[in-house]
T-cell receptor
């Protein structure tokens, strides 16, 4: 158990819909990262927050957004969903430095 | 442009033997490298890491070697155990501006046969 929690574990929705994925980092970790793993793809970095502020952005679509709240949990919002958004979405946290600890992921299926 | 590459999609070894997983990178700004293990339906689990100022780091059965001139790193598992069967990801970070984002390879599926 990494100490990072993600909800929900599975999510099935339809094209055009909007969903919110939630992540709670390890106690004391200020950084939260979001990654996407599509079929046959490695993990792709989406976005990082540090203590409530956006710190870095990867190849995140404009339809996607994230935020980190004062209690340090983070939410990833995915809107106008397309079939190609079906993927595993992982959240990771770190105190500082390089080692990131990953949650169990949310499997999103867009029908 | 794939900056971190794991060219072997799969590897099969006998229990008790050595497993060697390889990773190549192209970005000379990477200053830290990590290996993660992933079981199905779980998130990646951190295994071992190495700074670019070192060429070897060892933790129990796991050793990571870094060859900066060749832009190559490898993970050695000795002795291999059936429980090591999983997907192994190599990751790299440049940590410029303390962003800490990781660039992952595509993964290598290791099967350790009893």
């Amino acid at each position: 158990d990494s100490g990072v929690t993600q909800t929900p574990k599975h999510l099935i929705t339809a094209t055009g819909q909007r969903v919110t994925l939630r992540c709670s980092p390890r106690s004391g970790d200020l950084s939260v990262y979001w990654y996407q793993q599509s079929l046959d793809q490695g993990l792709q970095f989406l976005i990082q927050y540090y203590n409530g502020e956006e710190r870095a952005k990867g190849n995140i679509l404009e339809r996607f957004s994230a935020q980190q709240f004062p209690d340090l949990h983070s939410e990833l919002n995915l809107s106008s969903l397309e079939l190609g958004d079906s993927a595993l979405y992982f959240c990771a946290s770190s105190e500082q430095g390089y080692e990131q600890f990953f949650g169990p992921g949310t499997r999103l299926t867009v029908l | 442009d794939q900056q971190v590459k794991q060219n072997s999609p799969s590897l099969s070894v006998q229990e008790g033997r050595i497993s060697i997983l390889n990773c190549d990178y192209t970005n000379s700004m990477f200053d830290y490298f990590l290996w993660y293990k992933k079981y199905p339906a779980e998130g990646p689990t951190f295994l071992i890491s190495i700074s670019s100022i070192k060429d070897k780091n060892e933790d129990g059965r796991f050793t990571v070697f870094l060859n900066k001139s060749a832009k190559h790193l490898s993970l050695h598992i000795v002795p291999s155990q059936p429980g090591d069967s999983a997907v192994y990801f190599c990751a790299a970070s440049a940590n410029s501006g303390n962003t800490g984002k990781l660039i992952f390879g595509q993964g290598t599926t290791l099967q350790v046969k009893p």
